[in-house]
């Protein structure tokens, strides 16, 4: 299974990005989201955390293998979660991310149906399922930096959501260690590891 490629984007078309490696040309499915943030990069290499799944019908004998890419690996697990609601699937879920995780992630959280079946093709019955299924799931993804922030570039994601895991570990409340996390991602400072983001958030608590 390919889980991870790296090359030069030459076309977005649509759900399509058409990704040149070496002498090879892949189809990669995208969701909007992600695809946003693509629209400037075609020329320029990057990176995509991808899974695999075959489209069509066993029956009948028509499958026909598909990749989708995310920007990050944290991204990709979400995406995972979210396809295993029942009603829901791949080409639903690709359909429906045209927000980033993290207000995707924050609307399962918050219980609030109505802003899932805001989502395309996500009806109050879906968006029922979804929250039944995932509220317990979403904490650390509701904690990530929107890309569309101004310090998307500036905190990793999945720096934030290890150091929120380290935290639970630790004793404190879902609540406790989104709010500690928050604050000190809102000093606007870089964090290189885990280490560097927990180190600021024990200093923050001894002021």
């Keep these: 299974m390919i889980t991870k490629i790296t090359g030069t984007p030459v076309a977005l078309s649509g759900d399509y990005l058409t990704l040149a490696i070496g002498a090879f040309e892949y189809q990669v499915l995208i969701p909007e989201f992600t695809r946003r ?3 400037d990069e075609i020329g320029n290499e990057i990176s995509l955390h991808t899974i695999e799944y ?3 019908n066993p029956m009948q004998g028509r499958l026909t293998p598909r ?3 995310f920007l990050s690996a944290i991204e990709r697990e979400f995406f995972e979660l979210f396809c295993q609601v029942d009603g829901v699937g791949v080409k639903k879920a690709l359909r429906a991310m045209v927000r980033p995780v993290q207000e995707v992630a924050q609307l399962i959280e918050n219980q609030d149906p109505k802003g899932l079946s805001g989502l395309p093709g996500i009806g109050p019955a879906t968006a029922e399922r979804i929250i039944a299924k995932l509220r317990r ?3 650390k993804f509701a904690l990530l930096v ?3 922030s101004p310090l998307a570039a500036e905190v990793e994601r999945d720096v934030v959501s290890e150091a929120f ?3 639970r570990a630790l004793g404190h409340s879902e609540a406790e260690a989104r709010r500690l996390l ?3 991602v809102s000093r606007k400072k870089k964090y290189k590891n885990v280490e560097e983001l927990l180190q600021s958030v024990y200093e923050q608590r001894q002021s």
Excluded: S, W
């Design 182 to 184: 928050d604050e000190a």
């Design 137 to 139: 799931k979403v904490p």
């Design 67 to 69: 990749m989708v890419g």
């Design 37 to 39: 943030h693509l629209q």
């Design 54 to 56: 075959l489209e069509g």
């Design 146 to 148: 929107a890309r569309d």
């Design 165 to 167: 895991e380290v935290l």
